[in-house]
């Protein structure tokens, strides 16, 4: 299942569409360290609204593509983490250190501009 | 002759011929001598003076439904009927206050209100006597007890509704500024009150797109491993929301024992009290209060 990314001015934003088994998660790292060298992006976004679950090795990717991305001089942010979702992760101890979590997409795009300006919220 | 001690929907006994028809003339006789049989239940229950929360108006008219809904469960031997009147009895009566020996006083009374005219009746026929009482003692039995369980259960489920309702009111979740959310905690929190405090808090943060959140704990009535361990949940999912949270009301003795439990406070934002939270989460939100030329006129 490939995890479209759409390019918005200096920011890639990424939907996941459905679950995602740990071959499309590997993809989707792939593709976003592709995508943000040929665009030379400032910013991602991985909107994961649409997952019921989130396990150890999501979260893990998520935070390698978060560090990955940040060598490459970008910020990431995951939006959409449902309350069922966050609760979950925060019992199992996955708490996504180290990556920003926004509430949706206009916050987390809100959060790359302020970044962008210097300015800390 | 089985006696149907079990909640069953059939009142069990012998289906014979000549069972069928004591079981006939039974009824016929609690049917002709309704009025009578009636009359001296009530005033049983008043000498008993139970249902004192109803109204004489009332008793009688409820007395009346009992009293055939009884009858037809004798006569068809079925006790479905019965059980879906006394689940809307127990409906009735419950909001008036009416107890649990109360409900199964009333029915023990008409029992035997109902024996004592059989033994009235058959009394020169002690074999005869026997057969009537064989069919009548488990049907009444399984009256008894079907009334008695619908009317427990009635009361659990409102019970439990009520636990829930208190639940819900004595958690709040306050929406004071945009973006801002205030959860007071107050009482004691077992673990299920937590983790419908954080589920609530969570589908508050996302309905009301909160960046802030203020915790006030000084209501907490004791804190505990548990409790403190809840609140970094608590902080941690909040987190994943988008959501930043400052806990307040930390009193001394409060601060000491989570020293001592050793809860990794280092993911928590702390500040003394309300106010000053409320204060931080306004400057973190990019408020700046200032006072306007007049007051109002306080």
């Not at chain 1, 069922?84 to 996955?94: C, F, N, T």
């Not at chain 2, 139970?50 to 009293?67: H, K, N």
């Not at chain 2, 909040?238 to 024992?257: D, H, M």
Request: charge should be negative; charged fraction near 25%; glycine fraction near 6%.
């Amino acid at each position: 299942m490939d995890v479209p990314i759409l390019k918005q001015g200096a920011y890639l934003i990424a939907t996941v569409q459905s679950a995602l088994s740990d071959a499309d998660l590997l993809g989707l790292r792939e593709a976003i360290m592709a995508s943000i060298g040929r665009h030379r992006s400032r910013g991602v976004i991985i909107d994961v609204t649409a997952l019921d679950v989130m396990d150890s090795f999501a979260t893990d990717l998520l935070c390698e593509i978060a560090q990955m991305t940040r060598l490459r001089g970008a910020k990431t942010v995951i939006v959409g983490i449902q309350p069922d979702v966050a609760y979950a992760m925060a019992h199992m101890g996955l708490t996504l250190e180290g990556i920003v979590a926004a509430l949706d997409l206009e916050e987390g795009l809100a959060l790359l501009d302020q970044g962008a300006n210097g300015r800390k919220s | 002759m089985k006696t149907a001690t079990d909640l069953q929907p059939e009142i069990a006994t012998n289906s014979s011929e000549s069972t069928k028809n004591t079981l006939r003339e039974l009824v016929a006789h609690l049917r002709q001598n309704r009025t009578q049989l009636r009359e001296e239940w009530l005033r049983r229950i008043f000498a008993a003076q139970l249902l004192t929360a109803m109204s004489r108006d009332e008793i009688f008219a409820e007395a009346t439904s009992v009293y055939d809904s009884y009858v037809e469960a004798l006569e068809t031997r079925t006790l479905e009927t019965l059980q879906a009147y006394a689940q809307k009895l127990s409906e009735r009566i419950i909001p008036r206050g009416v107890e649990t020996n109360e409900v199964v006083g009333i029915v023990l009374l008409l029992r035997d209100v109902m024996a004592r005219s059989l033994f009235a009746k058959y009394h020169t026929d002690s074999r005869q006597l026997n057969d009537v009482l064989d069919t009548y003692e488990p049907a009444a039995n399984s009256i008894a007890i079907t009334v008695a369980v619908g009317f427990v259960r009635e009361r659990e489920r409102v019970i439990r509704e009520q636990q829930e309702a208190l639940r819900e009111l004595s958690t709040p979740v306050l929406q004071v500024r945009e973006r801002l959310l205030i959860l007071p905690m107050i009482g004691l929190i077992d673990p299920q009150r937590a983790r419908q405090l954080t589920e609530q808090l969570l589908r508050a943060i996302r309905a009301n797109r909160a960046k802030l959140v203020v915790i006030d704990i000084t209501g907490v009535a004791a804190m505990d491993a548990n409790v403190a361990n809840h609140l970094v949940l608590t902080v941690e999912s909040a987190r994943l929301l988008g959501a930043r949270v400052i806990v307040t009301g930390l009193s001394p003795e409060i601060a000491q024992t989570l020293v001592n439990i050793g809860v990794d406070l280092g993911k928590m934002n702390t500040v003394g009290d309300l106010q000053g939270g409320i204060e931080e989460a306004e400057r973190l939100l990019g408020y700046r209060v200032v006072p306007g030329s007049e007051p109002a006129g306080v």
